[in-house]
Structures are given as structure tokens and as C-alpha cells.
């Protein structure tokens, strides 16, 4: 499915200026939103934002608040983006403490008309380690947000009901495909990975994939600090020994221990799969997790 108004992305700007400028609305920093837009909706992430848009389609103009390459643990909203979610009649965020500075904004304003939280939804559980945030890699969970934001949708716009459900159906159906690859993926016994940082961790699991990542050491990656020399060289071993079929690599959270990793993969002949926490510039999410899929399947089916 192909979506007929592109995600926008609100940059931070902190200025208030910015928000007499677009007293009508919020201003988009890129792309034009449709004029006839039934629902405004706003995500905390590019991810989430391209999914609304899948299901929503032209009858809505959507914002993501942070875009590629941005770190949510990290951003501060701006007036701006407080301005966005308040206008916004359906917001969507990943919770599970990945994008805590949606928590601070949400307790600023009144509550929108329709909120998702897709860390809070009832699904049959993700597939890999519960307390992974990096949910939109887990088919199951994704399919039960769509569920949530067509419903959404439909509560907020019912003349347009039936393309949403439409579009639901669609995505539901390209998710599926995703699923299917995965089990096969998962029959084939794959060999398995190290990974930088759990980013894939839900996908790994969904698809049989085992992560021999050392429990220390990705907690370390993860938390900004250093492993130690110990845990490193447990690593590089795991590598030189081809102990794993692939390295799995944040490029999101790239730093010197990470790219030595990657290094010492390269030396050592180890596949490189990289992948982000943002979704790359002119990919939707099907496509974007289709690759990453491809990848994956290509290094450790045996």
C-alpha cells in the first residue's frame, strides 16, 4: 500500500515565535497536509506516524514529533510540539518508557480524544524479551496497534469507516506476509547473531533467531556505559571464532566500543546487518521491515 500524504516531521524548535506563526495549526516542517483531512493525529516517532498514515490514508494529516537519527531517550520537546499533541485528535505513542518525554507533554494538556499507547495494548505478548521497547519489530504487536488505530479512526471519523478498514485490511495483510517469512525463517533452524543493542530483538525471536549477545554486555550498549574489558573480549572472540552468523548492528546508537565490535565482525569475515530505531527516509514500515527480513535470512539460514 502506498500512502497518498507523506508523514511530516515537527522538528524541535523550542520557539515560541513559531507557535504565533501557526495560530490556525500546527505547521508542518516538511510536506503539505491534505485540506481535506478529517483527523489530525500525531506519533512520537517516524515508525508510528507512517503506520497511522498507511491506515489513514488522505483523510489524515499526521505528525511525527522526532525523525531519523533522533534519540527519544534524549529529545525535549519544545512548545511547538506541545502545541501539535494538544491539537491533535488521535496521538499515538510507543510507551514502555521509550518516548518519556510524550509522558511530560500528555501531562500538560488535557487528554486527546483517542490515545494509544501500543506498549499498553492487550496482544498475546511480544515475541522476544518483554521489557524490550523497540515494539513496532514485533508483527503481533504492530497488528494490534493498527487494530487500535483503525478503531481510533473510525471513532473519530465514521464517514470514512470503510476506507479505513480498507486500509487496515491491507497493512493486516502485508503483516501477515511478514509473519509467514518469519515462520519459515524459524523452521529453518537459523544459526545465531550478536547484536549491538536489542533494537531487533522482537524480530530475532518471531523468527527462531537466537541472540548469544552476553547479558552484560548488552545492557551495557544499551545504558550509554562501557562494558567491561572482560565482556569486550568475550565479544571479539564470539566474532573471531565465527561463533555467530551475523552481527546485528544499531547504527542508532553508534559509539567506540560498537564500531570496535563492528571491526572486529568485518575482520573476522561476520555479516554486518545494519538497522536503525528511525524509518529510513522514503520507506514505509512493510518495505523497511521486508528488508531487514531479507537481511537476516540471507546470513543465517544455513
Same mark, same amino acid.
Not at 471513532?155 to 493486516?172: C, K, R, S
Not at 565465527?242 to 567506540?256: E, S
Given at each position: 500500500?502506498?500512502?497518498?500524504?507523506?508523514?511530516?516531521?515537527?522538528?524541535?524548535?523550542?520557539?515560541?515565535?513559531?507557535?504565533?506563526?501557526?495560530?490556525?495549526?500546527?505547521?508542518?516542517?516538511?510536506?503539505?497536509?491534505?485540506?481535506?483531512?478529517?483527523?489530525?493525529?500525531?506519533?512520537?516517532?517516524?515508525?508510528?506516524?507512517?503506520?497511522?498514515?498507511?491506515?489513514?490514508?488522505?483523510?489524515?494529516?499526521?505528525?511525527?514529533?522526532?525523525?531519523?537519527?533522533?534519540?527519544?531517550?534524549?529529545?525535549?520537546?519544545?512548545?511547538?510540539?506541545?502545541?501539535?499533541? =494538544?491539537?491533535?485528535?488521535?496521538?499515538?505513542?510507543?510507551?514502555?518508557?521509550?518516548?518519556?518525554?510524550?509522558?511530560?507533554?500528555?501531562?500538560?494538556?488535557?487528554?486527546?480524544?483517542?490515545?494509544?499507547?501500543?506498549?499498553?495494548?492487550?496482544?498475546?505478548?511480544?515475541?522476544?524479551?518483554?521489557?524490550?521497547?523497540?515494539?513496532?519489530?514485533?508483527?503481533?504487536?504492530?497488528?494490534?496497534?493498527?487494530?487500535?488505530?483503525?478503531?481510533?479512526?473510525?471513532?473519530?471519523?465514521?464517514?470514512?469507516?470503510?476506507?479505513?478498514?480498507?486500509?487496515?485490511?491491507?497493512?493486516?495483510?502485508?503483516?501477515?506476509?511478514?509473519?509467514?517469512?518469519?515462520?519459515?525463517?524459524?523452521?529453518?533452524?537459523?544459526?545465531?547473531?550478536?547484536?549491538?543493542?536489542?533494537?531487533?530483538?522482537?524480530?530475532?525471536?518471531?523468527?527462531?533467531?537466537?541472540?548469544?549477545?552476553?547479558?552484560?554486555?548488552?545492557?551495557?550498549?544499551?545504558?550509554?556505559?562501557?562494558?567491561?574489558?572482560?565482556?569486550?573480549?568475550?565479544?571479539?572472540?564470539?566474532?573471531?571464532? =565465527?561463533?555467530?552468523?551475523?552481527?546485528?548492528?544499531?547504527?542508532?546508537?553508534?559509539?567506540?566500543?560498537?564500531?570496535?565490535? =563492528?571491526?572486529?565482525?568485518?575482520?573476522?569475515?561476520?555479516?554486518?546487518?545494519?538497522?536503525?530505531?528511525?524509518?529510513?527516509?522514503?520507506?514505509?514500515?512493510?518495505?523497511?521491515?521486508?528488508?531487514?527480513?531479507?537481511?537476516?535470512?540471507?546470513?543465517?539460514? =544455513?
Amino acid at each position: 500500500m502506498s500512502s497518498t500524504t507523506p508523514v511530516r516531521t515537527l522538528l524541535a524548535t523550542g520557539a515560541l515565535t513559531a507557535i504565533t506563526a501557526t495560530a490556525a495549526g500546527c505547521a508542518p516542517a516538511t510536506g503539505t497536509a491534505p485540506t481535506d483531512a478529517a483527523v489530525t493525529a500525531v506519533a512520537s516517532t517516524g515508525v508510528w506516524a507512517e503506520i497511522v498514515q498507511q491506515i489513514g490514508g488522505a483523510h489524515v494529516a499526521v505528525d511525527a514529533l522526532i525523525g531519523e537519527g533522533t534519540d527519544p531517550h534524549e529529545h525535549q520537546s519544545s512548545a511547538l510540539e506541545v502545541l501539535a499533541v =494538544r491539537d491533535a485528535d488521535l496521538v499515538v505513542v510507543n510507551g514502555g518508557g521509550y518516548d518519556g518525554f510524550m509522558t511530560q507533554i500528555l501531562g500538560s494538556i488535557d487528554p486527546p480524544e483517542v490515545l494509544i499507547d501500543v506498549a499498553a495494548l492487550e496482544t498475546a505478548g511480544p515475541a522476544g524479551d518483554p521489557d524490550n521497547e523497540h515494539l513496532w519489530f514485533d508483527p503481533a504487536t504492530v497488528a494490534a496497534a493498527a487494530d487500535r488505530i483503525a478503531a481510533g479512526l473510525t471513532d473519530l471519523d465514521p464517514d470514512h469507516g470503510a476506507d479505513y478498514a480498507d486500509n487496515l485490511a491491507e497493512f493486516t495483510a502485508g503483516l501477515d506476509t511478514l509473519s509467514a517469512r518469519l515462520d519459515v525463517l524459524a523452521a529453518a533452524e537459523p544459526a545465531p547473531v550478536l547484536s549491538t543493542e536489542p533494537v531487533l530483538g522482537h524480530l530475532l525471536a518471531a523468527g527462531g533467531i537466537p541472540d548469544l549477545t552476553p547479558t552484560e554486555f548488552g545492557e551495557a550498549i544499551e545504558h550509554g556505559t562501557d562494558p567491561s574489558p572482560a565482556e569486550l573480549a568475550q565479544v571479539r572472540t564470539m566474532l573471531e571464532d =565465527r561463533q555467530v552468523a551475523a552481527l546485528v548492528y544499531n547504527t542508532h546508537t553508534q559509539n567506540p566500543t560498537t564500531e570496535a565490535v =563492528r571491526a572486529a565482525a568485518q575482520d573476522a569475515g561476520v555479516p554486518v546487518i545494519e538497522v536503525s530505531e528511525s524509518l529510513p527516509t522514503g520507506m514505509d514500515y512493510l518495505t523497511w521491515t521486508s528488508a531487514v527480513i531479507d537481511g537476516l535470512d540471507e546470513a543465517v539460514v =544455513r
